[in-house]
C-alpha cells in the first residue's frame, strides 16, 4: 500500500483546509484509515480515524467539532476536512493504513503504512 498526502498549507486562525491522501492498491476498501499529526518536539498523535466502510468513525478530542474524515472507496481517497482551525493545529500531518485490526486504532503502531506526511501551519 502506498499513501499520498496532499492538501497542507499555511492558513489563518479560524480557516479551514482539505487534506487528501491517496491510496494505491484493490484493497484498499478493507483498511482502517487515520490521519495522525505531529508537532515539533511532539509525538506523534491521532487525529482522526475511519473504518473500511466508512460507518465508523473516531476522532481526539482536540478536533471534535472543527474536523471531519471521510473516504471514498470507489476513488481510493480518505480526507481530512479542518474547520476553524487554530495555531495548535499547526503540524505536520500524516494518513495511515491498518490492514490488520477489525476496529479504528488511535496508536500509531497499529498503522502499517504511512504516507509522506503534508505542513499545515496555522498562523495568528
Known amino acids: 500500500v502506498q499513501l499520498q498526502a496532499s492538501g497542507g498549507g499555511l492558513v489563518q486562525t479560524g480557516g479551514s483546509l482539505r487534506l487528501s491522501c491517496a491510496a494505491s492498491?484493490?484493497?484498499?476498501?478493507?483498511?482502517?484509515m487515520a490521519w495522525f499529526r505531529q508537532a515539533p518536539g511532539k509525538e506523534r498523535q491521532f487525529v482522526a480515524g475511519?473504518?473500511?466502510?466508512?460507518?465508523?468513525?473516531s476522532y481526539a478530542d482536540s478536533v471534535k467539532g472543527r474536523f471531519t474524515i471521510s473516504r471514498d472507496n470507489a476513488k481510493n481517497m480518505v480526507y481530512l476536512q479542518m474547520n476553524t482551525l487554530k495555531t495548535e493545529d499547526t503540524a505536520v500531518y500524516y494518513c495511515?493504513?491498518?490492514?490488520?485490526?477489525?476496529?479504528?486504532?488511535?496508536?500509531?503502531?497499529?498503522?502499517?503504512?504511512w504516507g509522506q506526511g503534508t505542513l499545515v501551519t496555522v498562523s495568528s
Open positions: 495511515a493504513a491498518d490492514t490488520q485490526n477489525a476496529v479504528v486504532r488511535g496508536t500509531p503502531g497499529a498503522y502499517d503504512y
Open positions: 492498491g484493490r484493497t484498499f476498501s478493507r483498511y482502517n
Open positions: 475511519i473504518s473500511p466502510s466508512g460507518a465508523i468513525t
